[in-house]
Nanobody
Framework: QVQLVESGGGLVQPGGSLRLSCEIFGNIFNINELAWYREAPGKQRALVATIDSGGATDYADSVIGRFTISKDNAKNTVALSMNNLTPEDTAVYYC???????????????WGQGTQVTVSS
Protein backbone atom coordinates (compact mmCIF):
# COMPACT_ATOMS: atom_id res chain seq x y z
CA GLN A 1 0.00 0.00 0.00
CA VAL A 2 2.88 2.35 0.71
CA GLN A 3 6.35 2.16 -0.77
CA LEU A 4 9.40 4.12 0.31
CA VAL A 5 12.19 4.32 -2.24
CA GLU A 6 15.59 5.52 -1.03
CA SER A 7 18.54 6.75 -3.02
CA GLY A 8 21.82 8.56 -2.56
CA GLY A 9 23.96 6.20 -0.53
CA GLY A 10 27.52 5.31 -1.43
CA LEU A 11 31.17 5.46 -0.49
CA VAL A 12 32.61 8.75 0.73
CA GLN A 13 35.87 9.79 2.35
CA PRO A 14 35.99 11.09 5.93
CA GLY A 15 34.98 14.73 6.00
CA GLY A 16 32.87 14.33 2.89
CA SER A 17 29.17 14.82 2.28
CA LEU A 18 26.23 12.81 1.01
CA ARG A 19 22.56 13.50 0.48
CA LEU A 20 20.01 10.74 0.92
CA SER A 21 16.56 10.98 -0.56
CA CYS A 22 13.38 9.01 0.03
CA GLU A 23 10.23 9.18 -2.05
CA ILE A 24 6.97 7.90 -0.63
CA PHE A 25 4.36 6.32 -2.89
CA GLY A 26 0.89 5.12 -2.05
CA ASN A 27 -2.71 5.95 -1.33
CA ILE A 28 -1.80 8.47 1.35
CA PHE A 29 -4.11 10.86 3.15
CA ASN A 30 -1.48 12.40 5.39
CA ILE A 31 2.13 11.86 6.43
CA ASN A 32 2.46 12.69 10.11
CA GLU A 33 6.12 12.05 10.65
CA LEU A 34 9.18 11.23 8.56
CA ALA A 35 12.45 9.96 9.89
CA TRP A 36 15.82 8.49 9.06
CA TYR A 37 17.27 5.59 11.03
CA ARG A 38 20.56 3.79 10.63
CA GLU A 39 21.85 0.34 11.45
CA ALA A 40 25.58 -0.12 11.79
CA PRO A 41 27.18 -3.58 11.72
CA GLY A 42 26.62 -5.34 15.01
CA LYS A 43 24.37 -2.60 16.36
CA GLN A 44 20.65 -2.03 16.68
CA ARG A 45 18.79 0.27 14.37
CA ALA A 46 18.93 3.79 15.80
CA LEU A 47 17.07 7.01 15.16
CA VAL A 48 19.07 9.66 13.31
CA ALA A 49 16.58 12.45 12.61
CA THR A 50 12.87 13.17 12.49
CA ILE A 51 10.65 15.83 10.97
CA ASP A 52 6.99 16.16 11.86
CA SER A 53 4.03 17.42 9.87
CA GLY A 54 4.70 20.97 11.02
CA GLY A 55 8.33 20.87 10.03
CA ALA A 56 9.80 20.54 13.51
CA THR A 57 13.00 18.52 13.53
CA ASP A 58 14.92 16.47 16.05
CA TYR A 59 18.33 14.83 15.82
CA ALA A 60 20.46 12.24 17.54
CA ASP A 61 23.19 13.92 19.55
CA SER A 62 25.90 12.37 17.40
CA VAL A 63 24.72 14.12 14.21
CA ILE A 64 23.70 17.55 15.51
CA GLY A 65 25.35 20.26 13.46
CA ARG A 66 26.34 17.84 10.69
CA PHE A 67 23.07 16.35 9.39
CA THR A 68 19.94 18.12 8.21
CA ILE A 69 16.57 16.52 7.56
CA SER A 70 14.14 18.20 5.18
CA LYS A 71 10.96 17.35 3.31
CA ASP A 72 8.93 18.38 0.31
CA ASN A 73 5.26 17.89 1.07
CA ALA A 74 4.20 18.39 -2.54
CA LYS A 75 6.48 15.62 -3.75
CA ASN A 76 6.16 13.34 -0.70
CA THR A 77 9.90 13.21 -0.28
CA VAL A 78 12.26 13.45 2.65
CA ALA A 79 15.99 14.05 2.46
CA LEU A 80 18.95 13.75 4.78
CA SER A 81 21.93 15.97 4.05
CA MET A 82 25.05 14.67 5.76
CA ASN A 83 28.22 16.70 6.14
CA ASN A 84 31.57 16.12 7.79
CA LEU A 85 31.02 12.39 7.70
CA THR A 86 33.14 10.09 9.85
CA PRO A 87 33.71 6.31 9.74
CA GLU A 88 31.31 6.06 12.69
CA ASP A 89 28.51 7.17 10.34
CA THR A 90 28.94 4.01 8.28
CA ALA A 91 25.63 2.15 8.30
CA VAL A 92 22.59 1.17 6.32
CA TYR A 93 20.24 4.14 6.40
CA TYR A 94 16.48 3.58 6.42
CA CYS A 95 13.68 5.98 5.64
CA UNK A 96 10.60 5.71 7.87
CA UNK A 97 7.14 7.23 7.46
CA UNK A 98 4.15 7.41 9.80
CA UNK A 99 1.20 7.52 7.46
CA UNK A 100 -2.55 7.85 7.53
CA UNK A 101 -3.90 6.10 4.45
CA UNK A 102 -6.92 7.28 2.50
CA UNK A 103 -9.91 5.71 4.24
CA UNK A 104 -7.77 4.66 7.17
CA UNK A 105 -8.48 5.33 10.83
CA UNK A 106 -5.09 4.79 12.43
CA UNK A 107 -1.55 5.69 11.47
CA UNK A 108 0.71 2.96 10.20
CA UNK A 109 4.46 2.96 9.86
CA UNK A 110 6.41 2.04 6.76
CA TRP A 111 10.08 1.46 6.01
CA GLY A 112 12.31 1.82 3.01
CA GLN A 113 14.64 -0.93 1.85
CA GLY A 114 17.75 0.79 3.17
CA THR A 115 20.70 2.41 1.48
CA GLN A 116 24.34 1.77 2.39
CA VAL A 117 26.55 4.64 3.46
CA THR A 118 30.23 3.83 3.86
CA VAL A 119 32.72 6.39 5.13
CA SER A 120 36.25 5.26 4.51
CA SER A 121 39.55 6.49 3.13
Amino acid sequence: QVQLVESGGGLVQPGGSLRLSCEIFGNIFNINELAWYREAPGKQRALVATIDSGGATDYADSVIGRFTISKDNAKNTVALSMNNLTPEDTAVYYCHALVLLVGGHIETDWWGQGTQVTVSS
